[in-house]
């Protein structure tokens, strides 16, 4: 079953407000996480309001199908799979603007 996500269920709320610092109220924040991704309108500590979320993958879960895809290690995720082997490749292959 697939579940609703929420601020109050997990350790999302808390690192979003370590985050806060000198930010004034209210801002928008995107959380990405391996398991949902949260766009949260943040009126004060403690106080969210999750404008929306993803659907189907997170990002966590992208990088994990590629790096299956690429038949790479995913010992330590597919993030840092991916990562390695971007770190191998030329940044001069292609010529970006």
């Known amino acids: 079953s697939t ?3 929420s601020l109050s269920s997990s350790s999302s709320a808390a690192e ?3 985050g806060c610092g000198s930010l004034e109220f209210p801002f928008l924040a995107l ?4 398991g949902h991704n949260l766009l949260v309108l943040v009126e004060g500590i403690g106080s969210y309001k999750i404008l929306g ?3 189907d993958d997170a990002v966590g879960e992208a990088y ?3 790096a299956r895809l690429l038949g790479l290690d ?3 995720g597919g993030g840092p799979a991916v990562e ?3 770190l191998e490749g030329d940044p001069l ?3 970006f603007p």
């Open 16 to 18: 979003l407000s370590d």
């Open 74 to 76: 995913l010992s330590s």
């Open 64 to 66: 994990d199908k590629v």
């Open 53 to 55: 979320t993803t659907l």
């Open 3 to 5: 579940r609703e996500p």
């Open 31 to 34: 959380l990405v996480s391996g």
């Open 93 to 95: 292959a292609f010529d």
């Open 84 to 86: 390695a082997l971007a």
